[in-house]
């Protein structure tokens, strides 16, 4: 079995010149053996990314009272901000606070409509006079990693020996598209508390473009003999992943790999992150589709093995509808908007009510 014990990092330069077969066969190696990659010379400008990087700490830095008005359990979008131990990764609480946010859209859910379009609505950003650009800044960087990861996903299929637009098709649609992104910080281990900033999960979607802010380590990445790598913080780099989406409809070809994050060592200061995750058109169920893959690439697949990674989340993509999948993890991570807003799936999924503390809202 082909096993790894450090992240490959590519370098996006290559793949715009003569190099780009030398570039392609990497990222089928990454995408293939590893499911996780470090990105470096990407096409989002330096500039942006440092002051993304300078507003990240700043957002959390607001008075808890003005950040609490943003609270997720507002409206049933599952955006918004989550205080620390509001949010819950395999049964256990998460040592981490957020703000998530998503494609700008109203609400688009009427009466009759399955229950998954209520993802679909506007996220909830500070004022702007409480943190000035904040949202203009976020909103530009959302844009440019969107545009990056569509190009991404273009290059992916060609390594994969299928057509650029092979998998692009389900993302075709731009006003049905609900891209999420969200700013992370991860307080520093305190003795004798809980080290999960965020448990063992896979990520949705297609693709998940990760900007580490901050130099502490704590991203760690699970093998397929079950080890946990890490992949520290690498200057100006993205880590980029498989989600459970682009593993269903690629058979498994892709490898949508579990990840987790050990909360900053005691006494470090905390660490913050910026997570863009591409999301397919929700109303797509990737099990009808059936793309031919190349004998050499499914041989890879073979020579790969299937892993035994111990987490548990989206396995709904290989079976339901995109926004099905999508609901049922936001359903499982957010007691406290599932309570209020989904009373029915809170029942289903949380049969002994509110996990101890993330009740705490
Ligand atoms: O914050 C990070 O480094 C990773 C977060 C993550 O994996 C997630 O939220 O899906
Ligand atoms: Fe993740």
Not at 42 to 70: G, M, R, T
Request: with cysteine; charged share 25%; aromatic share 12%.
């Amino acid at each position: 079995m082909a096993d790894f014990s450090s992240i490959p990092v590519l370098d996006w330069s290559l793949s715009q010149g003569p190099q780009k077969p030398l570039f392609l066969s990497q990222l089928r190696h990454a995408i293939i053996n590893v499911g996780f990659l470090y990105l470096k010379n990407h096409s989002v400008p330096a500039s942006l990314v440092d002051k993304v990087k300078d507003y990240s700490p700043k957002f959390f830095d607001i008075p808890q009272e003005k950040k609490d008005k943003l609270r997720m359990a507002n409206t049933p979008h599952f955006l918004g901000y989550s205080r620390f131990g509001a949010e819950v990764t395999k049964g256990e609480i998460d040592q981490r606070e957020q703000l998530d946010f998503a494609t700008e859209y109203e609400c688009k859910y009427k009466e009759g409509d399955p229950e998954y379009v209520k993802l679909w609505g506007p996220s909830q950003w500070p004022d702007d006079e409480d943190l000035p650009g904040f949202r203009a800044t976020m909103s530009e960087y959302f844009d440019h990693v969107a545009t990056l990861s569509y190009r991404f996903l273009e290059l992916l299929s060609e390594s994969f020996g299928l057509a650029p637009d092979a998998l692009s098709i389900f993302l075709k649609d731009p006003n049905d598209l609900c891209h999420r992104g969200k700013v992370v910080k991860y307080p520093a281990l305190v003795p004798g508390s809980s080290d999960q900033g965020v448990g063992p999960h896979f990520d949705p979607g297609f693709l998940t473009f990760l900007l580490q802010v901050s130099e502490q380590p704590g991203l760690q990445v699970q093998n397929h003999q079950g080890e946990w790598i890490p992949a520290s913080p690498v200057d100006g780099t993205f880590v980029v992943n498989i989600g459970k989406g682009l593993e269903a409809v690629t058979k498994n070809i892709a490898l949508a790999t579990s990840h987790r994050v050990l909360s900053p060592p005691i006494g470090s200061g905390p660490r913050y992150s910026v997570v863009f995750f591409q999301s397919i058109s929700q109303d797509v169920r990737l099990s009808d589709y059936h793309l031919e893959f190349p004998e050499e690439v499914v041989a890879m697949q073979k020579a790969r093995g299937d892993g035994k990674a111990d987490s548990v989340n989206y396995g709904e993509f290989k079976t339901d509808l995109s926004g099905v999948a999508n609901l049922i993890s936001r359903i499982k991570s957010h007691p406290d908007v599932t309570e209020k807003h989904y009373p029915e799936l809170f029942a289903k999924y949380f049969p002994n009510g509110m996990p101890l503390k993330a009740s705490a809202y």
